[in-house]
């Protein structure tokens, strides 16, 4: 398994560890938001060619099977802390910041060959912890990293897309569009910066990701909003979002449904009904012309349906992994 290799890993266990006020500030939130969830996790870093210092968490049985799991274009590895008492008891979970995002370093994606880019720090990943392939779980731009290192690497045992996954439509919403442009980006997410950031984070989380965030903990709005003082994150965000298309066109990539319907990997789709960027309809009928996939839909779910108050969306995660 993974053990020796893993006793070897580079660790920032510690607030301490980090080098800037801000990265302890948000490592203190990751940790506090652990302690809210009670489950052990451990903060590691390692250096990839490809982009640099990437943070990611552990925990989980060291002996379990691993399970890697993907966040979205705009949240951090943190915000899967609800998901991991679930899956804890028998598998061992990889969760990585993505380039740019929480204490993984700052990248540019200007330029970037992004089908490539996406995934190459997680192949790098996955090669030094000695793994071949894990489970995956991916959300939103995830779901995409995910469907990518199924379809171009094989790097995929079981793949499960938790929300609407990145890949299956070019056609996004005139404020997501608006989100591309270079200049209007800029001031698009300063405006999102404006006022008191914790009360920002309840109302961009109420609106985009959950129907109903009684369940989410204060502690998880403090983390998000200590991700906007993190240094150069922003920057990297804006140049991701203006490589993902421009007002009135989208990335190629965020359309490659012919090819998700050839993944022969057992895949389970969990979305939920009130989901903000595609109906279920979108996903049902991918799914359906795949040859290993299950469809789940979630009644008054978001984006994001782990958040949400209840058990049912950890308990399908837990039956796709399981099989």
């Given at each position: 398994m993974?053990?020796?290799?893993?006793?070897?890993?580079?660790?920032?266990?510690?607030?301490?560890?980090?080098?800037?006020?801000?990265?302890?500030?948000?490592?203190?939130?990751?940790?506090?938001l652990a302690a809210y969830y009670d489950v052990e996790v451990e903060s590691r870093t390692v250096e990839t060619d490809s982009a640099g210092r990437v943070h990611y968490l552990v925990a989980g049985d060291p002996d379990g099977k691993p399970v890697v799991l993907l966040h979205g274009v705009t949240t951090t590895a943190a915000t899967w802390l609800p998901m991991v008492p679930a899956l804890t008891d028998e598998y061992r979970l990889y969760i990585p910041d993505r380039p740019g995002r929480g204490l993984s370093a700052p990248v540019s994606y200007r330029g970037r060959y992004l089908r490539s880019f996406l995934v190459a720090y997680l192949r790098e990943l996955l090669d030094d912890l000695d793994v071949d392939r894990p489970h995956v779980v991916g959300n939103s731009l995830g779901g995409l990293q995910a469907l990518l290192l199924a379809i171009d690497h094989d790097r995929v045992d079981r793949l499960c897309l938790v929300g609407a996954p990145a890949g299956i439509s070019k056609e996004f919403s005139l404020a997501w569009r608006l989100l591309t442009v270079r200049g209007i980006n800029r001031l698009l997410l300063w405006l999102d910066k404006r006022g008191d950031p914790v009360e920002n984070a309840k109302e961009a989380t109420r609106q985009r990701l959950v129907v109903d965030a009684s369940a989410i903990p204060e502690a998880f709005y403090e983390l998000m909003a200590a991700r906007q003082q993190l240094s150069g994150r922003e920057k990297s965000l804006r140049s991701l979002l203006t490589e993902e298309g421009s007002f009135g066109r989208m990335h190629p990539l965020f359309d490659i449904r012919e090819e998700i319907a050839d993944i022969d990997q057992p895949t389970g789709f969990i979305w939920g009904s009130a989901d903000a960027f595609w109906p279920p309809e979108v996903g049902r009928s991918i799914a359906d012309r795949m040859p290993n996939a299950e469809f789940y839909e979630l009644a008054n779910h978001g984006h994001m349906p782990w958040m949400e108050p209840g058990d049912e969306t950890a308990d399908r995660v837990r039956s796709v992994l399981d099989g």
């Open positions: 993974t053990n020796n290799v893993e006793q070897r890993r580079p660790t920032a266990g510690s607030v301490d560890d980090w080098s800037t006020d801000p990265e302890r500030w948000y490592a203190a939130c990751q940790a506090q």
